[in-house]
């Protein structure tokens, strides 16, 4: 469990945090002839090595960057403009299920852990796992739905505003389901209603306030499921 907890960070941190969107840019428009798509293959090889931490493991690490590689560039060759969703998530299940086989392919089962180390590894990735990937795939899932009757000039928001909200949002979401207080939970979604009522009732438009309310559903109720799951895993002995 931890050698894939290891890896899935690796994998959050390659994917999300350290590929900037002018890489993305250029792999779509020039697929394999992207320089980008063999850095990015180089930093997912470079990170499963390095935070496996073992040199046995480095083998596999290559597999990791090779199978990750053909992954994108399948979904680089096939995806259309309407099919962008699809293929996002079809590629983050794939990947998952490669970082699934090597732990299964590899057995590392003669390493022991002591349990502070464990919680470490497990926490980084969930509160990670909350952060950037969570809002990439919660607009890549509700982009179909994208209001387009809001004019940017109206728009006095502060600059990403919205993201960050939804970072810190799940972020204490996660820390009251692993402190037991779920009752805060509550507050936080009755608070947010509350200052978001202004707005939607200003906007005087049906579909912004569902697209709002559908992300803050998908939002909590990610953020809870990956609560539950990482306070399980803490309880494991």
């Given at each position: 469990?931890?050698?894939?907890?290891?890896?899935?960070?690796?994998?959050?941190?390659?994917?999300?945090?350290?590929?900037?969107?002018s890489w993305v840019t250029d792999?779509?428009?020039?697929?394999?002839?992207?320089?980008?798509?063999?850095?990015?293959?180089?930093?997912?090889?470079?990170?499963?090595?390095?935070?496996?931490?073992?040199?046995?493991?480095?083998?596999?690490?290559?597999?990791?960057?090779?199978?990750?590689?053909?992954?994108?560039?399948?979904?680089?060759?096939?995806?259309?403009?309407?099919?962008?969703?699809?293929?996002?998530?079809?590629?983050?299940?794939?990947?998952?299920?490669?970082?699934?086989?090597?732990?299964?392919?590899?057995?590392?089962?003669?390493?022991?852990?002591?349990?502070?180390?464990?919680?470490?590894?497990i926490l980084a990735t969930g509160?990670?796992?909350?952060?950037?990937?969570?809002?990439?795939?919660?607009?890549?899932?509700?982009?179909?739905?994208?209001?387009?009757?809001?004019?940017?000039?109206?728009?006095?928001?502060?600059?990403?505003?919205?993201?960050?909200?939804?970072?810190?949002?799940?972020?204490?979401?996660?820390?009251?389901?692993?402190?037991?207080?779920?009752?805060?939970?509550?507050?936080?979604?009755?608070?947010?209603?509350?200052?978001?009522?202004?707005?939607?009732?200003?906007?005087k438009d049906r579909k912004l306030?569902?697209?709002?309310?559908?992300?803050?559903?998908?939002?909590?109720?990610?953020?809870?499921?990956?609560?539950?799951?990482?306070?399980?895993?803490?309880?494991?002995?």
């Amino acid at each position: 469990m931890i050698l894939f907890t290891k890896l899935l960070l690796a994998h959050l941190l390659g994917d999300f945090i350290w590929q900037p969107n002018s890489w993305v840019t250029d792999k779509e428009n020039k697929k394999y002839k992207s320089k980008f798509l063999y850095f990015h293959i180089l930093l997912h090889g470079t990170l499963a090595a390095i935070l496996a931490g073992e040199i046995q493991f480095i083998p596999y690490a290559i597999l990791i960057a090779v199978t990750h590689g053909i992954i994108d560039l399948i979904k680089l060759s096939f995806q259309k403009n309407n099919t962008k969703r699809t293929w996002f998530v079809t590629d983050q299940i794939l990947h998952i299920l490669i970082l699934i086989s090597i732990v299964l392919l590899y057995k590392n089962k003669s390493i022991i852990f002591f349990w502070k180390e464990n919680n470490f590894w497990i926490l980084a990735t969930g509160i990670l796992l909350l952060t950037k990937p969570t809002s990439i795939f919660i607009k890549t899932i509700i982009s179909i739905w994208s209001p387009e009757s809001q004019n940017s000039n109206q728009d006095n928001s502060l600059a990403n505003a919205g993201n960050y909200i939804g970072i810190l949002e799940r972020l204490f979401v996660f820390g009251f389901i692993l402190t037991g207080h779920f009752e805060a939970i509550g507050f936080l979604l009755a608070a947010k209603s509350i200052f978001r009522f202004g707005d939607l009732k200003e906007a005087k438009d049906r579909k912004l306030t569902e697209y709002v309310m559908i992300g803050t559903l998908i939002s909590f109720g990610i953020s809870t499921i990956v609560g539950l799951i990482i306070q399980s895993l803490l309880q494991l002995p």
